[in-house]
């Protein structure tokens, strides 16, 4: 017999999932789930991290049982040896995606500061003045042209070999620093180390676990203080500071009377300029000739929360929601950039009438359509995207549409500075309520869906066991629409916390779990890491704080795992990356970190371990504060 076919209620939590589940199934479209089923079991060694391609003598297959024949490669490299050169090279394409955004808003600005674009500005003028001096620039009596011109350059360097350190290491306190040098992991440059690790681990380079791993949290470093820093950074200036707004979340923000654009990916650049071609009078007035009541365009994964965080767009769904967005049938296009995109959303697509438009000339999908967007003609192309959405929208097949939901209410746009302002401009307020016990401490909650979790089921799960224990939550990437669908981003969700954070948040007005921003805005976080310690003159190590990534996916979130436990903060995972068939690399991972950088991984499939993990921690930085439990 047969196994069972898992029922949608196993697959997610969510009653729009659920309805587009049956949906897919009832037209015969694929799903995630149907092919992790396909794929299940997986290879064991690559689970285990110990195959290796590094080179044609092989692939090997590298079995660390005691006895066995197959227990090094053919050039000899052992368990540990391919393990961590796998992981390091793991880390090293999660630092390189967020980091080449980076370099992409980088290129923005120098557009913009070159006038080779009518269609970006400087939206944020202050915000520019106050990097730029922070990253050394003179900003004193000149203008802001000028300045501008300089943090290009400087940003620019970041990226190159000839520094020793990253500008915005200057938002590090300085017992992290020192434990960097002392260690050997402060990140020079951010391609630099990148390449590196991919010399590293070419045959015949670092064949030391431990130190490949070192590498593996210097490129991470780079990316969390370097690439995503910038990144964030960057896209506040062009496109503003995000500050507190609401918006809505779910299936429901699709609506059927409507031209239903959809963005996806993770860079604003492209999505913002949808944006501004969607509110075009003229595209509005053709959308209604067409029969529609307007243009609306809703956000998918981090291109979602970029411009839900500065323009208050509606979030349709995270990861594992991109393929059932389709499957309402009421979406005209995505329009994606890059990042997290999944290929089979081309074949959803052909399914409807839904267009599949692709931008960026390095993420091209066989099946779609390009439409590729540079700073110089930008508003053309989005211009030419939203009218061929209208196009689609005639071919709309009425009778297939189906919108499972009605969208629910969310708050949005927490950035350090609208936090710093919630405050009333100092982060004194914060830290009172730390030292009181009313926030116990702040965890961070990022990353993604994964079908091998029921989805947002540990997302949402920790996010509420964290707050009922006074933890303050903060949530980027994919946990923001799990946690906005759960009722957590809005204020009245402090019904849910403990009675301290219960009572910050109806002071302040905030919900018990903030919105920090996408992928590269876990640089916000640690930003605000930085800016707490060096108020309280300790390392970050010391701060009653942690991060967990329940549901990870991708090598970015291995990235963001790295740089957060580099930088002093305990990460949880809720299933372990590629590294179990080295015992070596697992304790160094689990343990060993503790010792080198002062903070390391725990691994917990059970939310409610992982908070009691997470809990447990916090406790013990606040008796090291010489604060109450
Ligand atoms: Fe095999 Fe060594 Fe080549 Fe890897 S580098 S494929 S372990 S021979
Ligand atoms: S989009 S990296 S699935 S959070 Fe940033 Fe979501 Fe994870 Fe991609």
């Known amino acids: 017999m047969g196994k069972e076919p898992k029922k949608p209620e196993d697959l997610s939590i969510w009653q729009d999932a659920h309805a587009m589940i049956r949906k897919a199934k009832a037209e015969s479209i694929e799903t995630a789930w149907d092919r992790l089923e396909r794929q299940t079991p997986h290879c064991k060694f690559c689970d285990l991290g110990t195959t290796c391609r590094n080179c044609i003598m092989g692939p090997c297959r590298i079995s660390n049982k005691p006895g066995a024949k197959m227990n090094i490669g053919v050039c000899g490299a ?14 090293a394409g999660g630092s390189a995606g967020h980091s080449d955004h980076g370099r992409d808003l980088i290129e923005v600005l120098e557009a913009i500061v070159e006038g080779d674009t ?31 011109v300089d943090l290009v350059d400087e940003c620019f360097k970041d990226f190159g070999s000839r520094r020793s350190s990253l500008s915005f290491l200057s938002r590090v306190p300085q017992q992290r620093r020192e434990l960097w040098d002392r260690v050997g992991i402060t990140p020079r440059g951010i391609d630099r180390e ?27 470093l780079s990316d969390g203080w370097g690439g995503s820093m910038i990144g964030t950074e960057l896209s506040d200036v062009i496109f503003g500071t995000p500050t507190p707004s609401r918006s809505t979340s779910n299936l429901g923000v699709i609506k059927e009377d409507k031209v239903n654009i959809l963005v996806h990916g ?67 296009s995505v329009v994606v950039d890059y990042q997290c995109i999944m290929p089979s959303l081309v074949t959803v697509s052909q399914c409807y009438h839904t267009r599949f438009i692709t931008t960026a000339e390095k993420a091209k999908f066989t099946g779609a359509m390009h439409f590729e967007v540079h700073p110089h003609n930008a508003l053309e192309q989005a211009t030419a995207i939203v009218e061929e959405s209208i196009k689609a929208y005639i071919e709309r097949d009425k009778g297939r549409v189906e919108i499972p939901t009605q ?11 609208a936090i710093l302002s919630a405050l009333g401009g100092t982060l004194t307020p914060l830290i009172d309520a730390i030292k009181a016990g009313k926030v116990r401490g702040v965890v961070g909650i990022v990353g993604c869906n994964n079908p091998k979790i029921k989805q947002d089921s540990a997302n949402v799960g920790l996010a509420k066991e964290l707050i009922k224990r006074d933890i303050l939550v903060l949530v980027t990437g994919c946990v923001t629409t799990a946690a906005g669908k759960a009722g957590l981003l809005v204020p009245e969700g402090a019904e849910m916390a403990g009675e301290g954070l219960k009572e910050i948040c109806g002071a302040l007005g905030i919900p018990p779990v903030l919105h920090l921003g996408s992928c590269v805005d876990n640089s916000r976080i640690m930003h605000l890491c930085g800016l707490v310690a060096k108020e309280l003159g300790v390392d970050i190590s010391d701060l009653p704080v942690g991060a967990s990534s329940p549901e990870w996916y991708s090598e970015k979130a291995a990235a963001i795992g790295m740089y957060a436990v580099a930088s002093g903060v305990m990460t949880h995972l809720g299933l372990p990356p590629n590294i179990l068939g080295s015992e070596t690399v697992t304790n160094i991972a689990l343990e060993g970190l503790e010792d080198i950088v002062g903070a390391h991984f725990v691994v917990e499939d059970d939310y409610v371990k992982a908070a ?12 090291g504060l010489g604060l109450s439990e």
């Not at 052992?78 to 880390?91: E, I, K, P, S, T």
């Not at 269609?119 to 501008?148: C, N, S, W």
């Not at 956000?299 to 990861?319: D, K, S, V």
């Open 266 to 332: 993770h860079n604003p650049v492209v999505s913002e300029m949808i944006l501004a071609a969607s509110r075009l009078p003229e595209l509005v007035e053709k959308a209604k000739a067409a029969g529609a009541t307007g243009i609306n365009v809703a956000g998918l994964c981090c291109t979602g929360n970029e411009l839900l965080m500065r323009q208050g767009i509606p979030m349709a769904g995270n990861h594992l929601m991109t393929e059932l967005a389709i499957v309402t049938g009421a979406v005209e």
């Open 407 to 417: 969208p629910v209410e969310i708050m949005t746009g927490f950035s350090n500075e």
């Open 612 to 623: 009691e993990l997470l809990d447990a921690r916090i406790r013990m930085k606040r008796v």
């Open 118 to 148: 009518e269609h970006y500005r400087i939206t944020d003028p202050e915000k520019l003045t106050r990097i730029a001096a922070e990253v050394g620039v003179v900003t004193e009596g000149r203008d802001l042209h000028d300045i501008a």
């Open 194 to 220: 990148i390449a590196e690790m991919m010399h590293r681990t070419h045959m015949g380079c670092d064949n030391d676990a431990p130190n490949t791993l070192l590498h593996a949290a210097r490129c991470a």
């Open 78 to 91: 052992d368990a540990d040896v391919v393990v961590a050169r796998n992981f390091g090279r793991f880390v």
